[in-house]
C-alpha cells in the first residue's frame, strides 16, 4: 500500500441553537442539513442521519458501478438501487437490552444494460471494491441482490 494511493476525506458537522437542522460541510465542498422528523425532536429541514447513511450505501453502489462500468467499456442503461434498514427505537432510546443499530440491512439493485454478457464481471467487481458497503459488510448485516437486466441491442 502506498501513500500516494490513500484517500482521506473529512467532513464537519454541527449545531447551534435557533438555526435548526445539522449543518453538513464535506472535503469536496458541498453542504447538506441533517435534521429529524418534528414527531423526534427535530425541525424537519433535512433528510435523518440514518436515511442519508442508507443514502450512502446506495450512491456508493451506483457511482462505484459507474466508474467501473466506464473504467470497462461498459454502456449502462440504467441502476436503480433501493436499500432498506432495519433497527429496534428502544436501543435508540437506551431501553434495557435492546440491539443498539441497524440489525438488517438490505440493498436490491436492478442494472441495465444492452452488454448483458459483461454485467456479470462488472457487478462482480463492484461488490469487491465499494468502499461504503465493503465496511459494513463487516458487520454483517448487509445483504445485496442485484437484479441483472439485458436490455435488446
Not at 501513500?3 to 473529512?10: G, P
Not at 441495465?112 to 464481471?121: A, T
Request: hydrophobic content about 40%; proline content about 3%; charged content about 30%.
Amino acid at each position: 500500500m502506498s501513500e500516494d494511493t490513500i484517500v482521506s476525506l473529512w467532513i464537519d458537522a454541527s449545531w447551534r441553537r435557533g438555526v435548526g437542522g445539522v449543518r453538513i460541510s464535506t472535503s469536496n465542498g458541498y453542504e447538506i442539513v441533517a435534521d429529524e422528523p418534528k414527531n423526534m425532536g427535530g425541525e424537519g429541514l433535512g433528510p435523518t442521519p440514518v436515511e442519508l447513511f442508507l443514502a450512502s450505501l446506495a450512491s456508493c453502489f451506483v457511482c462505484t458501478l459507474r466508474i467501473h462500468a466506464r473504467r470497462l467499456g461498459i454502456e449502462l442503461d440504467e441502476v436503480s438501487v433501493r436499500v432498506e434498514g432495519s433497527f429496534d427505537m428502544l436501543g435508540f432510546l437506551d431501553v434495557e437490552d435492546a440491539p443498539r443499530g441497524f440489525t438488517k440491512i438490505k440493498l436490491v439493485a436492478k442494472v441495465s444494460s444492452k452488454q448483458c454478457e459483461d454485467l456479470d464481471k462488472l457487478i462482480d467487481l463492484a461488490l469487491r471494491t465499494w468502499i461504503v458497503g465493503k465496511t459494513v459488510e463487516r458487520s454483517n448485516v448487509l445483504e445485496v441482490v442485484v437484479e441483472k437486466v439485458c436490455s435488446k441491442k
